[in-house]
């Protein structure tokens, strides 16, 4: 590309950016990947879809993703993202006390899944359909979640606990949280909303009891 092309694609142009442009676009697919892939599902969603959708054509695609993989990827970064966020504003606002900082951490988790359940589509469904690469960062994702979890979960464990007790605590939890969600969302498990927060509530204490976690601390 010559450098007098370069400068031109550069240009602002409306008074938006080259940079803004190819940002709004990215953002545009990206909506596209949580519509599509969390309402008809990553295998029967291609390139040509996620662009239709987007209201964007090919080549916009790869100017930001090498292939459907990575937009899986980075769809599923964003809403992450967006959970946690959702999360730490909960867990900011309720009491310091173990039982009101996890009623508010799976509360706002389970709530923010309900609202959208193609975020829970994309985020606890499709990784495994989406290739190898994909899942493996799911599962990275998960870890880094537990690994938080963990890190909350000691402030409230006597000193003599020892540290992988909490971490298989936070395992546990974590992977009850995914699997249990994952069925809901899906219909298999019949039950209200406030029904799955009760229970991933007083399963997290159960375990928490069995890794030392003092629900008084």
Same mark, same amino acid.
């Given at each position: 590309?010559?450098?007098?092309?370069?400068?031109?694609?550069? !240009?602002?142009?409306?008074?938006?950016?080259?940079?803004?442009?190819?940002?709004?676009?990215?953002?545009?697919?990206?909506?596209?990947? @949580?519509?599509?892939?969390?309402?008809?599902?990553?295998?029967?969603?291609?390139?040509?879809?996620?662009?239709?959708?987007?209201?964007?054509?090919?080549?916009?695609?790869?100017?930001?993703?090498? /292939?459907?993989? #990575? @937009?899986?990827?980075?769809?599923?970064? !964003?809403?992450?993202? #967006?959970?946690?966020?959702?999360?730490?504003?909960?867990?900011?606002?309720?009491?310091?006390?173990?039982?009101?900082?996890?009623?508010?951490?799976?509360?706002?988790?389970?709530?923010?899944?309900?609202? /959208?359940?193609?975020?829970?589509?994309?985020?606890?469904?499709?990784? %495994?359909?989406?290739?190898?690469?994909?899942?493996?960062?799911?599962?990275?994702?998960?870890? !880094?979640?537990?690994? @938080?979890?963990?890190?909350?979960? !000691? %402030?409230?464990?006597? /000193?003599?606990?020892?540290?992988? @007790?909490?971490?298989?605590?936070?395992?546990?939890?974590?992977?009850?949280?995914?699997?249990?969600?994952?069925?809901?969302?899906?219909?298999?498990?019949?039950?209200?909303?406030?029904?799955?927060?009760?229970?991933?509530?007083?399963?997290?204490?159960?375990?928490?009891?069995?890794?030392?976690?003092?629900?008084?601390?």
């Amino acid at each position: 590309m010559s450098d007098g092309h370069q400068r031109a694609s550069a !240009r602002a142009y409306g008074g938006v950016s080259a940079a803004e442009r190819v940002a709004q676009r990215r953002e545009r697919l990206l909506d596209a990947a @949580l519509e599509l892939y969390g309402t008809h599902g990553f295998l029967t969603t291609g390139v040509k879809d996620v662009c239709r959708e987007a209201g964007v054509t090919d080549r916009y695609f790869y100017e930001s993703f090498r /292939d459907s993989a #990575e @937009l899986f990827t980075a769809a599923f970064d !964003r809403e992450t993202a #967006e959970l946690l966020r959702i999360v730490a504003e909960a867990v900011g606002q309720a009491d310091a006390d173990p039982e009101s900082q996890v009623r508010a951490a799976i509360g706002s988790f389970v709530r923010a899944m309900a609202d /959208d359940p193609r975020r829970a589509r994309l985020v606890f469904v499709e990784a %495994p359909t989406a290739g190898g690469d994909a899942e493996r960062h799911v599962q990275a994702t998960l870890r !880094r979640f537990t690994q @938080l979890v963990a890190a909350t979960a !000691r %402030p409230h464990v006597a /000193d003599q606990v020892p540290d992988r @007790l909490v971490e298989l605590g936070a395992v546990a939890v974590v992977g009850a949280i995914d699997r249990v969600l994952a069925e809901w969302q899906d219909g298999t498990v019949h039950a209200s909303l406030d029904e799955v927060v009760e229970f991933l509530v007083a399963l997290f204490h159960a375990v928490g009891a069995t890794a030392g976690v003092d629900r008084r601390r």
